[in-house]
């Protein structure tokens, strides 16, 4: 309750100091905006192809896009600053002054700097799936259902945390600038397209290995169609487990952390 209550403290002191520059606020969700319609955009040009992908309906496709908008959304917004976290806490030596801190290491590092603006791109997913859903006359709106969707959601934010945690801590042992984060991101791609789409290797690879498709397509696919439960049931357990090898990781990582020296 302690580290909760710190970390709202924090969020709030964030909130207040970039709502103090309301226009640059504005603009930067603004950015995130544009990148989310990017995607739609995409999505038009694929389904004026054809009419289905592997038997998936433009606006099936469309609630798959949106629900993952909205864990990456909250992962760019709570955690994005994991991207820094080889350059300018590693090699820079900034991570020492965090570990003199009685707070956690990781939370501390998130909460550095929070990119509240990101969440525009949460609710371009919402309004995203709103529109799916309106054109989906078999969607199951009851209370059971959305409250599904609520810890799916959760659940697929927790997967992408754990992925990006995994492969910042990574930075421990190998010290590089860019680090390995931003070629996993590309990799998040792949899990908002139906599985059968992919080469059996790559499937494999998003399913198993990094399991992005547990973010989006599993996940959303299920709440879309109701088809094949197991995947998407699956998902808080991915995200626990994930979560645990991830946390595994990251302490071994800061066990092995002895300075940037000079």
């Given at each position: 309750?302690?580290?909760?209550?710190?970390?709202?403290?924090?969020?709030?002191?964030?909130?207040?100091?970039?709502?103090?520059?309301?226009?640059?606020?504005?603009?930067?969700?603004?950015?995130?905006?544009?990148?989310?319609?990017?995607?739609?955009?995409?999505?038009q040009?694929?389904?004026?192809?054809?009419?289905?992908?592997?038997?998936?309906?433009?606006?099936?496709?469309?609630?798959?896009?949106?629900?993952?908008?909205?864990?990456?959304?909250?992962?760019?917004?709570?955690?994005?600053?994991?991207?820094?976290?080889?350059?300018?806490?590693?090699?820079?030596?900034?991570?020492?002054?965090?570990?003199?801190?009685?707070?956690?290491?990781?939370?501390?590092?998130?909460?550095?700097?929070?990119?509240?603006?990101d969440?525009?791109?949460?609710?371009?997913?919402?309004?995203?799936?709103?529109?799916?859903?309106?054109?989906?006359?078999?969607?199951?709106?009851?209370?059971?259902?959305?409250?599904?969707?609520?810890?799916?959601?959760?659940?697929?934010?927790?997967?992408?945390?754990?992925v990006?945690?995994?492969?910042?801590?990574?930075?421990?042992?190998?010290?590089?600038?860019?680090?390995?984060?931003?070629?996993?991101?590309n990799?998040m791609?792949?899990?908002?397209?139906?599985?059968?789409?992919?080469?059996?290797?790559?499937?494999?690879?998003?399913?198993?290995?990094?399991?992005?498709?547990?973010?989006?397509?599993?996940?959303?696919?299920?709440?879309?169609?109701?088809?094949?439960?197991?995947?998407?049931?699956?998902?808080?357990?991915?995200?626990?487990?994930?979560?645990?090898?991830?946390?595994?990781?990251?302490?071994?990582?800061?066990?092995?952390?002895?300075?940037?020296?000079?």
């Open positions: 309750m302690r580290t909760a209550r710190i970390a709202w403290v924090l969020f709030v002191t964030v909130l207040k100091r970039r709502m103090a520059y309301r226009g640059d606020l504005l603009l930067a969700g603004l950015d995130e905006i544009m990148r989310g319609l990017v995607a739609l955009v995409m999505l040009v694929y389904v004026s192809k054809t009419p289905t992908l592997n038997g998936w309906t433009q606006y099936e496709l469309l609630f798959v896009l949106g629900f993952s908008m909205v864990p990456i959304g909250l992962f760019h917004t709570f955690c994005g600053n994991l991207y820094q976290l080889s350059n300018t806490y590693i090699i820079q030596g900034n991570l020492d002054r965090v570990l003199l801190r009685p707070y956690p290491a990781f939370l501390q590092i998130c909460f550095d700097r929070i990119q509240v603006e969440l525009s791109g949460v609710l371009l997913g919402l309004a995203v799936m709103g529109t799916a859903v309106a054109n989906l006359p078999n969607f199951d709106m009851s209370a059971a259902h959305l409250a599904l969707l609520l810890v799916l959601i959760l659940s697929a934010f927790g997967v992408v945390v754990a990006f945690m995994a492969f910042a801590a990574t930075g421990f042992w190998f010290e590089d600038r860019v680090g390995m984060v931003p070629p996993v991101y990799l791609e792949f899990g908002r397209w139906p599985t059968g789409i992919y080469h059996p290797a790559l499937k494999l690879l998003i399913t198993c290995v990094i399991p992005f498709s547990f973010v989006a397509f599993y996940p959303a696919g299920f709440l879309v169609r109701g088809e094949d439960p197991w995947p998407a049931l699956l998902t808080p357990v991915v995200a626990l487990v994930s979560l645990l090898v991830a946390g595994w990781l990251w302490r071994c990582g800061i066990r092995r952390y002895h300075s940037s020296g000079s």
